[in-house]
């Protein structure tokens, strides 16, 4: 960079706002596609964050019941989404459910038994890192359930659904695309963060090997559990900003809460990057 492009102290001292930070750096860096876009998903995370609080309080008000569930690939960021979600949500009336492998005692239940316990009460929120939809992929491709368990799943799980719409329960099922080669990127940068290292299970190191076996499975689950009242909502999260936003995009418009009017933002998620299943186009969903 010449030193006429260099950017002094004095240059920062002097910015009141991200526009004139913008300005400032317009010509004199070559970061500034990239701080641009973080600048806008930092306003608008701020923005969708005081509507979720505002829906929050309106579904205590109303004694709502909001399950919201995250499924998808591993590493397709699905706690990252949730984490944004709940951020400044009241923990009070909203709760994370990401359940460890079932006990011996857990295998002998009705598969659903220790999921309803955590079903939302009147007025609260849950979101679902993973939920009953294990049974649906992950399971069958692992080996962890038999081929009659998860036959059995598939009849029951739109019964189990029915049941709950019926009884007033709002499931929101959202379903993170990620592509493979986007998978490996992800992995890679697991393994080699210190920070991150945790996430990488032996599963993981299944994803890729085992690609195919994973759309079979994810193909048959759409085909059997995406239903009127509990449709798949598909996320394409190749660039996380943006798949976040869009999420909480569509989780606020499906509601009318007190002073929606007053969104300061765009509430309607992009239909390029949220969509409902659609069986012709289920073969583009990774």
């Known amino acids: 960079m010449s030193k006429k492009n260099n950017i002094t102290a004095e240059d920062f001292q002097s910015i009141e706002n991200n526009s004139e930070l913008l300005d400032l750096i317009k010509d004199k860096s070559p970061l500034y596609n990239k701080v641009k876009k973080t600048l806008y998903y930092e306003e608008e995370l701020k923005l969708l964050q005081i509507e979720l609080v505002k829906l929050q309080r309106w579904i205590s008000k109303e004694k709502k019941r909001v399950a919201v569930i995250f499924e998808g690939r591993d590493a397709a960021g699905k706690g990252g989404n ?137 193909a048959e689950m759409f085909s059997k559990t995406h239903t009127s009242y509990s449709p798949w909502i598909m996320i394409k999260t190749n660039d996380k900003q943006v798949a976040r936003l869009e999420a909480m995009r569509h989780v606020i418009s499906q509601f009318d809460y007190d002073d929606k009017q007053g969104a300061k933002i765009t509430l309607t998620p992009d239909p390029n990057v949220v969509m409902r299943y659609y069986r012709s186009s289920s073969k583009h969903i990774d």
Request: proline share 6%; with cysteine; hydrophobic share 35%.
């Open 82 to 218: 949730i984490r944004r979600f709940m951020e400044h949500l009241n923990p009070r009336s909203s709760r994370l459910v990401a359940l460890n492998k079932p006990t011996e005692i857990e295998k002998g239940q009705w598969y659903f038994q220790r999921y309803i316990k955590e079903l939302p009460n009147p007025g609260e929120i849950v979101f679902f890192d993973r939920s009953w939809y294990n049974r649906a992929v992950v399971e069958p491709v692992m080996g962890f359930c038999t081929e009659q368990q998860y036959k059995e799943f598939l009849v029951q799980v739109p019964e189990f659904e029915h049941m709950m719409y019926e009884d007033g329960v709002i499931i929101i099922k959202f379903w993170l695309s990620i592509t493979k080669d986007e998978q490996l990127k992800r992995f890679e940068d697991r393994k080699e963060n210190p920070l991150k290292r945790w996430k990488f299970s032996p599963v993981d190191k299944q994803g890729q090997l085992l690609w195919d076996k994973y759309t079979h499975y994810k």
